[in-house]
């Protein structure tokens, strides 16, 4: 485990590592005659990046769905903080919703809001109570932090880099300071240097704010740099979890041929080298 | 949420110190806010029992700590890290665009307006004369003629719409014979009726209707759908692979709208007269052929001529306007929304300046 701040501190004697922060059992989902998940089963503990990975179309971002409650499975048990998610109603949702943050693959981003407006949307709806100039002011911690620079705030989403409006959503995402942060492929469509970027940041934010990070990803060099656990998603299940090394033991032909294919093979490669340079 | 921590504001000893006991988070923000600019300074503010601190409760502490050289006792590792975390994100983020004072934006907005609406009639010439360029280019080189593409729009611009002008002016046709009988009853003269609904459902209604109807269901959708490919960048997309977004999208639609207009009038006149028709023969008891004989000698042939005559040129304009509006459309899903409404005031507005026109024109040549 990487995190090693909060020990000795009394203030997080709720937040142990390790603990189970989502738990999905038996999920199935299927559109149609397609079944995209039959019997998912998958834990996320507190403090860990969960890279998922997985072929197109294995129902990464459906699983994503279903755990966030944009998509009620055919069946299965979900916990989210040790809530059971499905058949919830709206406004029991609504605390657990306040605790997680979402990047979505595009950022959706609200288009006729600023990107420092965007970030104040949840803290109003959760908290309409906090004063527009404090509001403001939290925005605007929130769009530094994120790494944007500070004249980002008053623009809007479409006058935004892809790279950008990825940050600009990750700011929205940690509006609430959540406990937990979904992220759908957040280094797609960023330039390598970019993406590493990316990557440390989140690493970073997670250190600092104990985030529990669920990651969806096709970024090899993403899994190498920040995560701790990958999670493989094939043949309607999660046929995997572990450590990338963990993972290389396994004899799955799709886990063999992702990383040690000429990509996998170049991205842990560098990662090597870089540990050695530094 | 539920826990609701207990401050204590210990005033002795000189120095005012701020005691957290349990959150400091987003939570109780508000009141921590309140309380801190109660306190007076020189403050000092005791992390010592805080159980759950958050970037928002750091970042108060940051503030007092910026702006009013507040001390901070007892931070825990955690609660260090996230103030100095706080601090380096500490800049000024502006979140608004600036906003200029009224009566100079008032100004602004004008010279904006009046720019806009230039640039637009501009735009709308240029493209004007790019689709009569692309029909030419049709035209000389039959080939690039994409029929696929029109019959289709033929069947969502005309047969598509059948059923709702059909009900739509046969209504219409009952209301005109309803109220004429009511009001020729008053002096006797119910048989003018059928001048009535044959004269107006001919000359004027059905035509204006059916271009009302076209603009609200086709211009629209010409408007949204490539106001929506304009956005997904498809029509960048055609023109680099060399195909003319004005000869595949906006020619077919342009020609589904001028070819099913007259098409759907002639349809229109007859289901009004049916409408009528009907009213008549059970209200008044006029048998269906009287009615239609009557008709053939009160409604010259030139009220047809008038109606159908205008028929293409409303499609047109329905179309111009629907295709020019989607292609203005630029960054956000937002604008395709304002351009598609613009699509259908501008068309409706349109047809009804130009029926105006028409009315007068035909008066004048003689087609009374």
């Known amino acids: 485990m990487t995190d090693e701040a909060p020990a000795s501190t009394p203030d997080t004697s709720s937040k142990k590592d390790g603990e189970i922060v989502i738990s999905v059992r038996g999920l199935k989902n299927s559109f149609g005659d397609q079944i995209i998940h039959d019997g998912l089963d998958l834990d996320l503990r507190r403090g860990e990046i969960l890279g998922v990975v997985g072929g197109s179309g294995t129902g990464k971002s459906v699983l994503m769905r279903s755990i966030i409650g944009l998509q009620t499975p055919d069946a299965g048990e979900i916990e989210v903080l040790g809530e059971n998610m499905i058949g919830r109603d709206d406004v029991e949702a609504k605390n657990i919703r306040r605790r997680w943050g979402i990047l979505f693959q595009n950022g959706a981003l609200f288009s006729t809001l600023t990107v420092a407006e965007n970030v104040e949307v949840p803290i109003r709806e959760y908290f309409p109570f906090i004063k527009p100039p404090l509001l403001d002011e939290i925005a605007g911690y929130k769009v530094a932090m994120s790494g944007l620079p500070a004249d980002a705030g008053p623009k809007y989403p479409s006058e935004l880099s892809g790279g950008m409006r990825k940050r600009a959503g990750l700011a929205r995402a940690l509006a609430l300071d959540p406990e937990l942060l979904f992220l759908d492929e957040p280094t797609a469509g960023l330039d390598p240097i970019g993406a590493a970027a990316f990557d440390e940041l989140i690493e970073n934010l997670k250190q600092r704010l104990d985030l529990t990070v669920f990651l969806i990803t096709h970024d090899l060099d993403t899994l190498w740099a920040i995560c701790d656990r990958v999670a493989v998603l094939s043949d309607q299940k999660v046929v995997a979890v572990g450590t990338i090394e963990e993972l290389l033991a396994l004899d799955h032909p799709w886990i063999q041929e992702y990383f040690n294919g000429p990509r996998g093979r170049a991205a842990s490669a560098g990662l090597k080298k870089g540990h050695r340079g530094a | ?368």
């Not at chain 2, 069947?155 to 709702?164: E, M, P, T, Y």
């Not at chain 2, 309803?178 to 119910?190: P, S, T």
Request: charged share 20%.
């Open chain 2, 1 to 368: 949420m539920g826990e609701d921590p207990t401050r204590r504001d210990d005033q002795g000893g000189g120095d005012n110190v701020y005691r957290v006991v349990g959150a400091l988070t987003i939570t109780r923000a508000a009141s921590t806010q309140r309380e801190i600019d109660a306190m007076d300074d020189p403050l000092t503010i005791d992390l010592s029992e805080v159980e759950r601190i958050d970037t928002v409760g750091a970042w108060l502490v940051h503030r007092a700590v910026r702006d009013r050289h507040a001390e901070v006792t007892g931070e825990t590792t955690q609660s260090r890290q996230l103030l100095e975390q706080v601090a380096e994100a500490d800049r000024p983020v502006r979140v608004r665009p600036d906003q200029r004072a009224a009566p100079l934006r008032a100004l602004e907005e004008l010279g904006d307006w009046v720019a806009e609406a230039g640039k637009t009639l501009v735009g709308l010439l240029g493209f004007l004369g790019a689709t009569v360029i692309s029909f030419g280019i049709i035209v000389t080189r039959p080939r690039r003629f994409r029929l696929n593409a029109v019959v289709q729009r033929f069947d969502l611009v005309g047969v598509r719409a059948l059923g709702i002008i059909g009900l739509m002016t046969f209504l219409i046709g009952i209301v005109i014979a309803q109220q004429g009988a009511v009001q020729l009853q008053q002096f006797g003269a119910e048989v003018y009726t059928i001048n009535l609904i044959g004269r107006i459902s001919v000359r004027e209604l059905a035509t204006l209707m059916t271009a009302i109807m076209v603009a609200g269901r086709s211009g629209s959708a010409f408007a949204a759908q490539i106001g929506t490919m304009k956005i997904t960048e498809e029509i960048d997309a055609m023109r680099t692979i060399g195909v003319s977004p004005t000869e595949a999208l906006v020619v077919p639609r342009m020609m589904a709208a001028v070819v099913m207009m007259p098409l759907l009038s002639f349809y229109a006149m007859i289901m009004s007269l049916l409408g009528g028709g009907i009213f008549v023969w059970v209200a008044l008891g006029i048998p269906p052929l009287t009615y239609i004989q009557r008709l053939q000698e009160v409604v010259p042939i030139t009220d047809l001529w008038v109606g159908l005559i205008k028929a293409p040129v409303f499609g047109f304009i329905i179309a111009l306007a629907g295709c020019f509006q989607g292609m203005l459309v630029e960054g956000n899903s937002e604008e395709v929304g304002t351009r598609t409404t613009a699509a259908v005031v501008q068309s409706i507005f349109l047809v009804i300046v130009l029926d105006a026109v028409f009315a007068v024109f035909f008066s004048n040549v003689g087609w009374i």
